[in-house]
Every structure is written in structure tokens, then in C-alpha cells.
């Protein structure tokens, strides 16, 4: 398929999820009453879900090139639990200063949080990678962030229980839902999305020589070390920007990069632009699933990205094995 | 451009705390394929990658006259190129893809890009592979899509890591016969070897290590005679004992 094509294709499939998006909820759109409300609550929803999974996707592709492996997520720089430990403890503190922060625009506290918690994760990440790490220091420095941030997160989660507006709120944090995003998050995590996305298109001929490894990426002029650099400078503000508006969303950044390399191919500078927009089409959808499905109330996004995710995950890993061994 | 390739002086590669490379002195030139030989562990491989630039060392090494040290990256990618003995790429890049990989740091406009691409996968013969997947070739289809990824730098220095391990007789034949034809239009080509009558048969020159020192270097004829190879393998050679083959 020409990449033109599968664009159109894949801005179609965006155009319907969302049209799907605005109309599925409890009330209906035929209330006139609530129809602009509606569509002003729905439409920040499901940009936030688009931008989420935009930038969960690209950050998918850019580790899993980095990484040399198509089972990396990017949440394996641990830059999402530091994310959603940013969150968790922004949350923490607003509810502690909640009458003297009345000044302040809360609904902003928990994007700037875990835009925090994401770039302190970064900067521990750096700091490893100055003292000259290879890869696989890296993975593990990701690992025991992610390990030691999710630990803090479910002791500061339990402590919340204490207030159950506040457990309640820090669980569906957690669970990952774009269901509080409104315009001013969105506004907040776009040119976050944007640059980020820009930036590791810009990376893209660089993180394809580096699959060869990094001696032959090397040998072949590729400044390494910056690569590697940069390449984790911007998933760290990928993973930022989604988090900030969906909190813990699961599987996007795995199965989307890994659904288009058979029909894109393994070229990043291809596969950017396709899984931006696979990526927010898949989220879009799984948000209007969450909120289709039958139930008191509606499914937080990480549990039907989880799912469908865990599922579909296995059938593209099959699909891949029986291509490989010919069966 | 001189007829010396490569010019190294007191070259030392430590990694860690254990010295891998004493004292490598050695010179390549243009127009010749010139062999690495020394048993496992004698530091051909590591020789190799200093050369490219890959490993840090102590020493002077000369690449066309320039040193190596001093040369940007995309400099050293216009004297050199290196093929490792395997290469890790496992993604179903097209071979026209690989191949352009050579032309990453090069900043030159599309036409020459393009030309050199066209031309390196002519010479190699794998311009009619070139919508096929990397990951779907042969071991010697892949030696030779990378062979063309190295030739599309349009360095005139090639350095090769075994070129022909893992392939059948026939493929090495060709292969060998392929650095013969680029040697001969003046490339300089460096290879490390593991088959002594390989090097017998197909390079000019010969460098002999082992336990990374260079002991004996000099036209292969006299580096794979009875001495050097009593000194540096321990074992007696014997007359008209090596096998030979040639291609139908």
C-alpha cells in the first residue's frame, strides 16, 4: 500500500472513531439542551484520547528502534511511572493545600505533576547515560525506575485511602482514563505531542541505520550516543504529554508500532506518521468503547486498552512467528 | 590520495585493564587485498575495529594520510568502511534501503546519493534484490547487500571481519573473486581471515598476530611459510597439502 493511501486510510479510520466518540455516552446528542455541552465535554475527550495515543505510538516506535526490540514500550524507560508518579503526588498535594489552592487552576495540577514526575525520570535516566551506559544499562536503569516509582506510587495510593474522594481519585489515576481531560489539557499536552513527534521523525534515518547495532550505526557516521540521547530526551515527553491526559494507558505503545510494521515496513521516518494516527484513532475507540459497554459506570481506558491490547498483542505475535518459520 | 591505505605506528588497545593490542605497526596500500591472520584471541578483530575508528586507542594510525583521530565522523565514513562478520540488522528493511545507509552522514544532493547507491549495488550484483527484504536473503545475499552498504561510502578502504564465514564454497569463491575485481580497480581491501589457504590464494599481503602483538607482515608468500607459522600457531606445515577449488 503507497503511504499515501495508507494515510488517507488511517485519517478515515481517525475521522470515524471520532464521529463514533461523539455520539456514544449515557446522554444523547438529540437533547439540544445538551447537545453543545456534549460536544464540547466529547470533543476535548477525544482529543486528549487522540493525542494520548499519538504520542504513546510514536514513543512506541522510537524505543522499539532504539532498543533493537519489537517488545519494548515506552514504558521502558520508566518515564511513565515517573509520570503517574507525578500525578499521584501532584494529586497528594492539592488535596493538602486544597483551600489555599483555590487560586489555582486544579484541573492543571495533574499535567504539570506528572510532566514533573516524567522529566525527574528523565533526568535519572540522563545521568546514567552521561556516565557513558550502553543499552542495556539503560533497560535496567528503566526497570528500577519504573519498579522503585510504581512501589512509591501503591504506597501513596494506599495512604489516599484514608479520604475516599481522594482513593477513589487516585485509583482511576491510575487505572488510566481521559475521562477529566478537558481544553486546557489539551492545549497543555499538544505542542508537547507535536515537537516530540516532529523530533523523533527527525531521528528517524538515524534509528534505522542503529538497528544494524550501534558499531555498524557507528561505522556509518551515526553520532550514537546523541542519538540515544535524544531519542530518550523525547520519549520522556511523549510519554509526559499522554500520561498528563490519560494517566497509565497500557499496550498502545506496544501493539500499534507492531500492527503497522507488516504493512508499513520497519522505516521510522514511515512508521511516525502512521502510528500518530493509528495510535489516536486506536484510543479514540477504545474510549468510546469504555464508555458503550454496559455498567454502572463507564470502564477506565487502561482497562479496555488492556483488554484488547493483551489479545491482540498475542495474534500479532503469532502472525509473526508463522511468517517467520513459514507455517 | 597516496598508495598508502593505512599507516599505523605503535598502536596499543586496552579494554578494561587488560591490554588487547601492543605495539601494531603495520602499512596497507591501495590495490591490494592485504590478511589479518593469527589464532583465536590474537586481536585481528579488535585491530580491525581500532582501524575503523570503532575502539579508542593509543598510537598513531593513518588513513589516507590523515589521522584518525582528528577525523569527523563523516570524514572517516568518506576513507573507510568496515563489515562486520555478522551484522545484527534483523529488520525487513529493502536492500535498497541498507545500501543507502551508507550515505547517511554524507552530505552531497540526491543525484550523487543515488548514483553512488545504483552503482555500489551494480558491482556487487544485488541491484536486482533490491525490493526484496533483508531479513528473507541468503547468508552470502546478505554478504554481499552489505559488501554494497560499504562500497556506497565510496571509501576506497575496506575493512572486513571474515568475510566468508558461514558461507558454502561457492559464495566464497565468488565473494573472494568480487574483492579480487575491487582491489584490482584500487580499492585497498583488509580482511581478517581465518583460513590460511584462503590468504594463500587470494590476498598479497598478510599481517601475522598473535597474543596481540604483530609478529610477521610481508607478502603473503613469505608470511604463510614454515617459520611464522611454526612460531605463531605451533604447528608444522606440510607441502601441497592445501586443498584448492575454483569456480566452474
Known sequence: ???????????????????????????????????????????????????????????????????????????????????????????????????????????????????????????????????????????????????????????????????????????????????????????????????????????????????????????????????????????????????????????????????????????????????????????IACDALGRALPGRSEIPLGIVTGLIGAPLFLWLLVRMQREAYGG | MGDTAILTEGVQVTLGARPVLRDISFQARYGAITALLGPNGAGKTTLLKAVAGLLPHEGRIEVAGEDLHRLHRADRVRLLAYVPQESLLASPFRVEHVVRQARYSLRTDRQSHHAAVEHAMEVVDVAHLRKRSFTQLSGGERRRVLLARALATEAKLILLDEPTASLDIRHALSFYDLLKELAASGYCIVAVLHRLDDAARFTERAILLKDGRLLHQGTTADVISAEPIRDVYGVEMEEATVLSFRLR
Open chain 1, 1 to 283: 500500500m503507497s503511504a499515501t493511501r495508507l494515510h488517507l486510510a488511517l485519517v478515515l479510520a481517525v475521522v470515524v472513531a471520532g464521529v463514533l466518540a461523539l455520539f456514544t455516552g449515557a446522554a444523547s446528542l438529540g437533547d439540544e439542551s445538551l447537545r453543545a455541552t456534549l460536544l464540547q465535554l466529547r470533543g476535548a475527550r477525544l482529543l486528549a484520547a487522540f493525542l494520548a495515543g499519538a504520542a504513546l505510538s510514536v514513543g512506541g516506535v522510537a524505543v522499539q528502534g532504539l532498543f533493537r526490540n519489537p517488545l519494548a514500550s515506552p514504558s521502558i524507560l520508566g518515564t511513565t511511572a515517573g509520570a503517574n508518579l507525578g500525578g499521584q503526588i501532584a494529586l497528594l498535594t492539592a488535596s493538602a493545600l486544597s483551600g489555599a489552592s483555590a487560586a489555582l487552576a486544579i484541573e492543571m495540577v495533574l499535567p504539570i505533576g506528572s510532566l514533573i514526575g516524567a522529566l525527574v525520570a528523565l533526568g535519572i535516566l540522563l545521568i546514567f547515560l552521561r556516565a557513558g551506559a550502553d543499552l542495556l544499562t539503560l533497560l535496567l536503569t528503566g526497570f528500577i525506575l519504573s519498579s522503585l516509582f510504581l512501589s512509591i506510587g501503591s504506597f501513596l495510593t494506599s495512604m489516599a485511602q484514608e479520604s475516599w474522594e481522594l482513593g477513589r481519585t487516585m485509583v482511576a489515576w491510575s487505572l488510566g482514563s481521559v475521562s477529566g481531560a478537558g481544553a486546557r489539557h489539551v492545549l497543555f499536552a499538544l505542542p508537547l505531542t507535536i515537537v516530540g513527534t516532529i523530533a523523533i521523525w527527525g531521528w528517524g534515518h538515524a534509528l534505522d541505520v542503529m538497528l544494524s547495532g550501534e558499531e555498524e550505526a557507528a561505522s556509518l557516521g551515526v553520532d550514537v550516543k546523541a542519538t540515544r540521547r535524544w531519542v530518550v530526551v523525547w520519549v520522556a515527553v511523549l510519554t509526559g504529554a499522554a500520561v498528563s491526559l490519560g494517566g497509565g494507558v497500557a499496550f498502545v505503545g506496544l501493539i500499534v508500532p507492531h500492527a503497522l510494521r507488516p504493512i508499513v515496513g520497519a522505516e521510522h521516518r514511515r512508521l511516525v506518521p502512521s502510528a500518530a494516527l493509528l495510535g489516536g484513532a486506536f484510543l
